[in-house]
């Protein structure tokens, strides 16, 4: 039996992160590592106002924080993955539960990251609209028809999501709920996963370059391209493409669906990626259901 554990993304934060996961015998340990690599106590904003914790370079660290603890305490359980892959911003957590990286490197990275991104395109100028029930050979030519726009997540068969452009946005999802389709503009600061982050990914290029990446303990399949990737400077090629470039979500299932892996293990806050799974009726499981209650507490 081969397991996959795949790590979420943004959208995955939630005011009281903190609380929920200091419950962990290992969150202390790395919520200190966390404060003294960012200069500031994340905790905080974890538990705080949404509205700041969902800005990008505070959400990501976020992210990375409390999915790396979630890997840490299924390893605990003798749990080890065959093959680990991660959604957009959980491509970073991956990496770091891989080796390639320790995890003070990983959580500056993706502060980084995120403020690299925010400082690409004004709050407001782009957005990011979820996509249900459209198949994706028609989702790409109604994406033709705006300035701007781009196909940013292929998810699933059922679920995809767009970016770009705000006002193109805007109309993409008023046409399409008129033409009877189901469209969400989501609560994001910008238009992740397209050309108008080249800057960012140019700039987290230089943050990258000196930074010894390792072999993986576990191969990665990697967003860009949706294969397994084990050579250190591939990875560090495409970790940088998918900054503004597509995520293949669904093609990374698929490919580790083909590699033989049956069991599938969501490794951190929400369960937005075994979600999509179920739906699709592919065996996964959260990784808190695999953690007993008693032995949370077992500090």
């Known amino acids: 039996m081969l397991k996959a554990f795949l790590f979420p993304g943004q959208g ?3 005011s009281g992160m903190a609380s929920e996961f200091s419950k962990y015998a290992s969150w202390e340990y790395y919520a200190q590592k966390a404060i003294e690599v960012l200069g500031f106590d994340i905790t905080e ?3 705080g106002d949404e509205e700041i914790l969902k800005i990008t370079e505070n959400a990501q660290p976020a992210i990375f924080l409390a999915s790396y603890v979630a890997y ?3 390893t605990k359980k003798g749990l080890e993955p065959d093959y680990v892959a991660g959604h957009s911003l959980g491509e970073y957590t991956a990496l770091a539960a891989a080796g390639v990286y320790d995890f003070e490197t990983g959580i500056y990275l993706v502060r980084k990251r995120g403020e690299y991104i925010s ?4 709050p407001g100028e782009g957005s990011m ?3 249900m029930g459209v198949p994706i050979e028609l989702l790409e030519e109604f994406v033709k028809q705006y300035d701007g726009l781009y196909i940013a997540n292929y998810n699933s068969a059922e679920q995809n999501v767009v970016s770009g452009k705000a006002d193109s946005i805007k109309s993409f999802v008023a046409n399409l709920t008129e033409k009877g389709y189901r469209a969400i ?3 994001v600061s910008g238009p992740f996963h397209t050309p108008f982050l ?5 700039k987290m290029a230089k943050e990258v370059e000196n930074i010894k990446f390792k072999t993986p303990k576990y191969p990665i399949i990697m967003n860009s391209i949706a294969k397994e990737l084990t050579d250190p400077d591939k990875i560090k090629h495409y970790l940088l ?3 503004s470039g597509p995520v293949y979500w669904k093609q990374s299932i698929d490919r580790m669906l083909e590699l033989g892996v049956d069991e599938f293990i969501e490794v951190g806050p929400k369960n937005v990626l075994s979600s999509m799974l179920k739906k699709a009726k592919i065996n996964t499981k959260h990784f808190s259901s695999l953690i007993t209650t008693e032995e949370v507490y077992e500090k």
Do not use: C, G, P
């Not at 400082?119 to 004004?122: G, P």
């Not at 080249?198 to 140019?202: G, H, I, K, Q």
């Open 241 to 243: 493409e998918q900054i």
């Open 198 to 202: 080249d800057e960012a990914r140019e």
């Open 45 to 47: 904003i974890m538990d």
């Open 185 to 187: 503009e989501l609560k």
């Open 119 to 122: 400082q690409t395109m004004k």
């Open 12 to 14: 995955s934060q939630y």
């Open 72 to 74: 840490v305490e299924t």
């Open 129 to 131: 609209a979820a996509v």
